[in-house]
């Protein structure tokens, strides 16, 4: 299995630009999650599916991003306006089981 | 707000036995404890879980005591390539990732 798949893996882009990141997850995985890791907040959780069903949206932090997953085998978040407090590395996760995550490489955002 | 509390960093030698505790005090009765691995530029990675007593695998060991308010995870005679973060997650629906303790090994 090639694991959980994001892309791009960097993304730079300026300030009011649609960004949007993707993820495929292990195939059979029931579970999705987005986190955001910056130095200061650490890892935060933005948001979980369930068999294709956002269960908790809470973590994200505005209107501004938005996320989905249409079939069982992808995922987007996106995030419209961008702005430079957004710049982080997204995680996409997935799972079988709730306590055992497999994660992606992440995407790198920069938002200038 | 995080339900786990670990220490932020440790240093070490090559060689060395690493243990780092985790203290989760609301931890629920059907929760799981879990610890993944985190090095620079890629994704947190699973460790080992445990739910009671003693877990060890090919990597770790996690022991937890009768009341499981805390647990511990054993590196046996860590190398340079341990270096990383360390997290401790209590499992309910949502997961969330505490600061994580970073470990440092010298040579």
């Known amino acids: 299995d090639a694991g959980v798949i994001q892309s791009p893996r960097h993304e730079v882009t300026e300030m009011g630009q649609e960004v949007t990141l993707r993820c495929k997850p292990i195939?059979?995985?029931?579970?999705l999650f987005w986190y955001r890791q910056t130095m200061m907040r650490g890892l935060e959780l933005l948001i979980y599916?369930?068999?294709?069903?956002?269960?908790?949206d809470s973590g994200m932090p505005e209107d501004r991003f938005s996320a989905k997953m249409p079939n069982a085998s992808f995922s987007t978040l996106k995030i419209q306006p961008s702005e430079p407090r957004d710049s982080a590395v997204y995680f996409c996760?997935?799972?079988?089981?709730?306590?055992?995550?497999?994660f992606g490489s992440g995407t790198q955002l920069s938002v200038l | 707000l995080a339900k786990t509390t670990q220490p932020i960093s440790m240093d070490s030698y090559e060689g060395q036995e690493v243990n780092i505790t985790c203290s989760h005090n609301?931890?629920?009765?059907?929760?799981?404890i879990t610890w993944y691995q985190q090095f620079p530029s890629q994704g947190p990675r699973f460790i080992i879980q445990?739910?009671?007593t003693k877990v060890t695998n090919e990597v770790a060991s996690l022991f937890i005591p009768a009341d499981r308010k805390s647990s511990t995870l054993s590196l046996p005679r860590v190398s340079l390539s341990d270096t990383a973060v360390y997290y401790c997650?209590?499992?309910?629906?949502?997961?969330?990732f505490g600061t994580g303790t970073r470990l440092q090994v010298f040579p």
């Open positions: 996760a997935s799972s079988y089981r709730v306590e055992k995550l497999f």
């Open positions: 195939s059979g995985h029931n579970s």
């Open positions: 599916f369930n068999n294709n069903v956002p269960i908790d």
């Open positions: 609301n931890i629920a009765t059907n929760d799981y």
């Open positions: 445990g739910y009671k």
């Open positions: 997650l209590v499992a309910d629906d949502k997961l969330i």
